[in-house]
């Protein structure tokens, strides 16, 4: 397009700002050079040309610093502000050139040439018009900073040079493209231009929108997540939980710092109380975290008793708890003592072993008064999962601490007295080896980190007194034997139990049974016929059970008010607790062929036992009856050998083997059999029932046989010691491998027995032998009418055994 005219004008720089045709804008002047340049325009027909400054912070530009493309434009108005400020509402004309400066002072003012507008139209003009007015259309509706009714008086635009001025006048666009634009003076590039600029605006209009939507979206969410929590928390108020939840998460944080818990567990415990704090009040796994806090606060970590170390105090507690028992008592008082020299003393843990109701776990409860220690006792008899040690992980359903972590809360102090019952009734299978734990429990090395499974802190036992009880040292498993010190407790006399009964076991019942002396009277010959009557023990379980039947028998003729003294002699005691259950002294009232009696060793303590031989006319096979053990079996084996051996010494004639059968039977089936020790008692019943001579019947003996005749020793002398003098016998014969046995044996005890040690077979018999002879030894007894099982001979080899311990189900 070419210039229309040219005009030498007063020049405005702007600021920042761009003036398009048809614009009408306020503009301020401040710059004195500008403010005289309006001057000078209010008085040549109000005509100034404005061009824009290239930067907007340029308080003095010069030629340069100015676009050359600008716009004519009228000053409509004029408004001198206070401060010498001009406000100029202006109106654009026509674009226009600089073409030089013709004075710079005291105003700009420059030639310039001015493009006044030719309309033309065509298609291609059209098109782009109708372009733009949809993009512009577009645009308003997006970046919703230009009213809509624009986009009415825009549509109406008929000139395309001017609407692509307003368009671009309405826009926000940076200085440079709106300059672009300015210096498009022809029609058809400015329209091409303004589309082009339009579309990239529309883009960035368009990705702003969605960058909008998204934060909104964003912000919608959280503040509605904030707007429902805080109803919920409303609601909880309400429904009074809130304050609940935060009064028991204070209660236990108060509770956790209270309980002076080791830094590792409180560290814990405030981690799980934090998770139990954020969880929703109804979760299942809450009760879990719970329960797991309760008991991290349950268990005695660092509340402890002080030990009373006083020997003289200890013995005098143990001698009032326990009658007799000297040696084990001196034993404890050993232990305490050291125990007092040596604080921490990592010594062997006590195991008492002995039959039941010897009086093992009333030791230990007497340790701990006399420690002035808290006392628990856990059972391990059939314990055989390791988690009933350690615990069950707390993944499990239901898991808990173990049972050792149990007793320590039961104790409520980090030294109680623990005593672990029955370490020998443990047993191992496919769910771990509880004593591979129990072994941590117990050694000194470990126990001061015991880890148990639900607790995974590590629990201090080094400050608890471990003692141990077992009925069989044998079962106690090897590793933890080696950390025990075994005190044996191996049973009473008659003498003794009617001793512990008089002094604690009757004033004890009759005081738990809310009764006194002047109400029931229990004499001593009354206690020792329960004794001998209605109880066969090594301890005292029973007699103390029959002492309590009797009490509670006398409280309840008293309470219906028959009487007021209940005094239990013979006849009373049959009424109270029924007919004797055993016979007294189960010796043989008389001498007899192919009786003998011998002594059998069981868990529960002592015992007597018969063994029968007969003979009868046959093929010469022996039977064994009586359910005897394998062991037992071989034995008896041995003695026949060692019989036939010695047929001529003993006046046997060799024929006898072949024409007669011989049974040996062995009575009471209740009485496991098992074990050599009843060797020399069947050779002795055999020898009685082929030579026709008599055994003495107030005679007893046990003792491994060898082929030979040797008699080798056997185990618990003292319990079958103790068994035959209960059953009356006067005689008892004992390997003489067993002497130093026999200093166990109490004093009154060997005063009524003669015990005699033997060396051989063939001492047996002399001392077991009567001289007398029955003569119709063999027709006296008829055949057994079913003959089971039969023994056929092998060759019997003659083992040397070494002496033989007591063992569970032996009967030895
Ligand atoms: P264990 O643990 O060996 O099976 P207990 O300790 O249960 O035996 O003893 C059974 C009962 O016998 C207890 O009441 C106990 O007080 C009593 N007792 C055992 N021995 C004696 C004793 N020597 N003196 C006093 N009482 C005893």
């Known amino acids: 397009m070419q210039p229309t005219q040219e005009r030498i004008l007063p020049l405005l720089p702007l600021r920042g700002i761009l003036i ?5 804008i306020h503009l301020d002047v401040g710059r004195e050079k500008s403010v005289q340049a309006i001057e000078e325009a209010m008085l040549k027909e109000r005509a100034i040309f404005l061009a824009t400054q290239k930067d907007a912070q340029n308080d003095d530009p010069t030629e340069e610093d ?17 401060g010498g400020t001009i406000r100029v509402l202006v109106e654009g004309i026509a674009r226009a050139k600089i073409k030089e400066y013709t004075s710079h002072t005291p105003y700009f003012v420059v030639k310039i040439e001015q493009y006044d507008e030719t309309e033309t139209k065509n298609a291609q003009v059209e098109a782009l018009m109708r372009n733009l007015v949809s993009q512009f259309e577009q645009y308003v509706k997006l970046s919703k900073k230009i009213p809509p009714e624009t986009v009415v008086t825009v549509i109406n635009i008929e000139e395309p040079g001017r609407l692509a001025d307003i368009v671009a006048s309405h826009l926000t666009l940076r200085i440079e493209d709106k300059q672009a634009i300015l210096e498009a003076v022809d029609t058809v590039p400015r329209l091409e231009k303004l589309c082009a600029i339009m579309a990239r605006e529309l883009e960035i209009v368009e990705l702003e929108r969605k960058i909008n939507v998204r934060v909104r979206k964003q912000m919608e969410k959280t503040q509605k997540e904030y707007y429902l929590r805080e109803q919920i928390k409303a609601i909880q108020r309400e429904l009074g939980e809130k304050e609940d939840r935060i009064a028991e998460g204070e209660e236990l944080r108060e509770k956790i710092e209270q309980a002076k818990l080791p830094k590792e567990v409180e560290e814990k415990a405030l981690k799980e109380l934090e998770r139990l704090e954020k969880m929703p009040p109804m979760a299942a796994e809450g009760t ?10 349950a268990l005695p970590w660092s509340k402890g008793t002080r030990d009373r170390l006083d020997i003289n105090k200890a013995q005098q507690i143990l001698n009032a708890d326990h009658y007799g ?3 084990v008592k001196e034993r404890i008082l050993e232990y305490l003592a050291i125990r007092k020299l040596a604080k921490k003393m990592k010594g062997p843990i006590i195991c008492f072993v002995g039959p039941p109701g010897v009086g093992k776990t009333s ?35 239901g898991a808990m ?3 050792i972590l149990q007793g320590m809360k039961t104790a409520g102090s980090k030294n109680p007295v623990f005593l672990l019952d029955e370490v020998d009734k443990m047993s191992m299978d496919f769910r771990g080896d509880p004593s591979s734990a129990l072994l941590e429990v117990l050694d000194p090395e470990q126990n001061f980190s015991f880890s148990d499974h639900y607790i995974e802190a590590p629990y201090d036992l080094s400050n608890v007194m471990f003692i141990t009880t077992a009925n069989v040292q044998q079962n106690i498993p090897r590793p933890l034997q080696d950390r025990m010190e075994i005190i044996y407790i191996p049973g009473y006399t008659e003498e003794e139990k009617v001793q512990i009964a008089i002094r604690h076991l009757v004033p004890k019942q009759i005081k738990e049974h809310g009764l006194n002396n002047k109400m029931i009277q229990i004499p001593e010959k009354a206690v020792r016929r329960i004794i001998r009557e209605y109880t066969r023990e090594s301890g005292v379980r029973n007699l103390e059970r029959n002492i309590a039947s009797l009490c509670r028998k006398a409280a309840k003729q008293i309470v219906a008010g028959k009487t007021k003294l209940v005094r239990v002699n013979a006849q009373k005691l049959e009424q109270f607790l029924g007919k004797p259950r055993f016979r007294y002294g189960t010796a043989e009232l008389e001498d007899q062929v192919g009786i003998a009696t011998g002594l059998a060793w069981t868990e529960v303590g002592g015992e007597t036992l018969q063994v029968e031989v007969s003979t009868y006319k046959g093929t010469g096979k022996l039977t064994l009856t009586g359910k005897l053990g394998d062991v037992m079996k071989e034995s008896a084996q041995a003695s026949y050998s060692y019989v036939r051996s010695r047929a001529a010494e003993l006046g046997i004639k060799q024929n006898m083997f072949e024409k007669y059968d011989l049974h040996i039977h062995v009575p009471e089936g209740a009485i496991p059999k098992d074990g050599p020790s009843a060797g020399i008692t069947m050779a002795t019943a055999l020898a009685s029932a082929l030579t026709g001579r008599q055994i003495r019947h107030d005679l007893a003996m046990t003792g491994e046989i060898t082929l030979r005749g040797r008699v080798l020793p056997i185990g618990g002398v003292k319990e079958k010691v103790l068994a035959a003098h209960r059953a009356g016998i006067k005689t008892v014969l004992l390997p003489m491998d067993n002497s130093k046995d026999t200093e166990e044996i109490p004093a009154n005890v060997k005063k009524q027995l003669e015990l005699v040690l033997v060396d051989h077979m063939d001492e047996v018999l002399n001392v077991a032998l009567r001289e007398t002879k029955i003569a119709s030894r063999t027709a006296v007894i008829e055949p057994p009418p079913e003959v089971t099982p039969e023994i056929t001979y092998g060759p019997v080899v003659e083992t040397e055994g070494g002496p033989e311990l007591p063992n569970e189900n032996n009967y030895s």
């Open 401 to 403: 601490p173990g049972r």
């Open 20 to 24: 398009f045709p048809y614009m009408v």
């Open 363 to 397: 030791l230990g409860r007497s340790i701990a008064r006399a420690l002035e220690r808290k006392f628990v006792r856990l059972s391990l008899g059939g314990v055989r999962d390791e988690a009933e040690i350690r615990g069950h992980r707390r993944t499990y359903v």
């Open 325 to 327: 028992l000297d040696l």
């Open 288 to 297: 879990v975290v719970r329960n797991y806090l309760d008991w991290l606060l």
């Open 66 to 82: 100015i676009y050359s493309v600008g716009a004519v434009a009228e000053v409509k108005q004029l408004l001198k502000l206070p």
